[in-house]
């Protein structure tokens, strides 16, 4: 990777790390569907203003219905996971949870768009799941159904991040692809579609008790347009530079970031689980992410 592409990935990882931080703000005190349409729907807003502002082409080559279905996979769906998680995690946990992205890129990528499952791949993703097992049973939060759940939105999550790198490649680069930033904008206007008669229906049937003050709003401005729309348009130009397992590695960078941000703004404990089980995904990722060993030999002469 070129400097450039090294510095969005550093970007980008501290940019959603921060994102766990304001979910674990806003998700507990206005609930999760709101937390998720809120922060989609600002994101959406956000673009369409900065797109007008830069007088960018709204030319989306016929892939607007396609985009818009690919925001429903990669951002609607896991904001409501990650909501959901957000009411009984720590920052810490999500981000850390959500560093299995790269793993559940190699299982869907060797299962479904024929990508090669080396033994060192397979070897990564159970180490991978047995830090994620070291971090639910040995971290500073009780071990019960509520933890399970959340890890679970989690991995549900990092789930629909895998398959939407691979269908992002195969959608969006073809005829000469499409700009990041319109990428960024049709998915979120897809995802804010989705989730609209969701929110809808939960602030009629169950609304929430509080909807906040100053700092929730606040929050959710950052979760939407720095963390969401800003970061998108970072995400979908390294799926078009460096493809989708090398961008899902961002996802490696964002436990520090979250681990650090949820200690020093909300005073989240650490433990040593934090540091066994962040380890084992690191070795899971490396395992998973090194280079393939060429096979050298003597080539005879012709």
């Not at 939407?164 to 969006?172: E, P």
């Not at 949820?262 to 899971?284: K, N, Q, R, T, V």
Request: with cysteine; proline share 5%; aromatic share 12%.
């Amino acid at each position: 990777m070129n400097p450039v592409d090294i510095f969005r990935l550093l970007s980008l990882a501290a940019i959603w790390g921060a994102s766990f931080l304001f979910m674990r703000i806003i998700a507990p005190v206005i609930g999760t569907l709101p937390t998720a349409f809120f922060r989609v729907s600002i994101a959406a807003v956000g673009l369409l203003v900065m797109l007008g502002l830069m007088r960018i082409s709204w030319d989306f080559k016929g892939k607007l219905k396609t985009v818009m279905l690919l925001g429903v996979i990669n951002s609607g769906i896991p904001a409501t996971l990650y909501s959901v998680a957000a009411q009984v995690l720590p920052a810490g946990y999500s981000a850390i949870f959500n560093a299995t992205t790269p793993l559940m890129g190699v299982l869907i990528g060797g299962l479904f768009f024929h990508e090669r499952l080396s033994a060192a791949k397979l070897g990564g993703v159970f180490l991978g799941l047995l830090g994620v097992g070291v971090l639910t049973r040995a971290g500073p939060v009780a071990f019960d159904m509520q933890l399970l759940m959340g890890a679970l939105a989690c991995l549900l999550a990092t789930t629909c991040y895998g398959f939407a790198g691979f269908l992002a490649r195969r959608w969006l680069d073809q005829a000469g692809g499409l700009d990041s930033r319109l990428s960024a904008l049709g998915s979120m206007l897809g995802a804010t579609l989705f989730i609209l008669p969701l929110f809808g229906y939960s602030v009629i049937s169950q609304p929430p008790e509080s909807w906040g003050g100053w700092k929730v709003w606040l929050s959710l401005l950052g979760l939407g347009l720095a963390c969401t729309a800003f970061a998108y348009i970072i995400y979908f130009r390294l799926l078009s530079s460096i493809g989708p397992v090398k961008s899902s590695t961002v996802t490696f960078m964002i436990p520090p970031f979250g681990v650090l941000w949820g200690a020093m703004f909300l005073d989240e404990p650490l433990s040593m689980a934090h540091l066994y089980g962040g380890l084992l995904i690191a070795l899971a990722l490396w395992l998973v992410l090194k280079p393939a060993a060429v096979k050298t030999g003597l080539v005879a002469d012709q």
